[in-house]
């Protein structure tokens, strides 16, 4: 995956965001959803007028490259002389076809996704008080671009190397599966259910994910 840094956005010009807009931007290759009070045909003229406004570059849109599949176990540490650590551990995700989503979603609220109910937070903040907060996160990407796995704390300096091997703890609890409980799989089932509530809980949200997911 890619790495931002100072040098590679100072390196970008005024060319080569026109030449990537160019390539990007094209009325053949986008999609556009409405909702609301109109008729479809009026709208349907009116996008069709604005879009003619577009000029064709007669291009597609470059296949993204493949992210690398596997990854070789790290450590980056970047060594300075401050009194707190910002710690992240992870991996390369999936994409969002991947037949397991919804258990990896699942999954994730067990471990460090749901607050103070979470594996992460209660075994580094509560039990050990080691860090404020802490938490985990999975994103998903498109086939080429898969998205990725973390979880993440602050912590005092000298705390580092005892939260890094708790978070490994409860990664590995998590691969064994035996300490996942029928209540821990109910308490994060219900949460995500009722979240979906608030996602298409009107007639843009319904919209919207079909133009996301359907076409």
Partial sequence: ??????????????????????????????????????????????????????????????????????????????????PQSVVYVGHLGTDRYNSDKFALILMNQILGGSGFDSW????IRVESGLAYGAGSAFSFGEKQAPGQFWASTDTKAESTGRVVHLILEQFERMVAGVDVTQKD???????????????????????????????
């Fill in 1 to 82: 995956a890619a790495t931002v840094s100072r040098e590679t956005i100072e390196a970008i010009t005024v060319d080569d965001l026109r030449v990537l807009h160019a390539s990007l931007l094209n009325p053949e290759e986008m999609t556009c959803s409405a909702a609301g009070n109109f008729k479809t045909e009026e709208l349907v003229t009116k996008l069709n007028h604005f879009f003619e406004k577009f000029s064709l570059n007669n291009q597609k849109q470059s296949e993204l490259p493949s992210s690398r599949k596997e990854l070789s176990p790290g450590i980056w540490l970047a060594d300075k002389d401050v």
């Fill in 120 to 123: 992460l937070t209660q075994k």
């Fill in 185 to 215: 799989l109910d308490r994060v089932r219900e949460a995500t259910i009722q979240r979906l509530i608030f996602m298409y809980d009107n007639s843009f949200g319904l919209v919207s994910a079909m133009q996301r997911f359907v076409s």
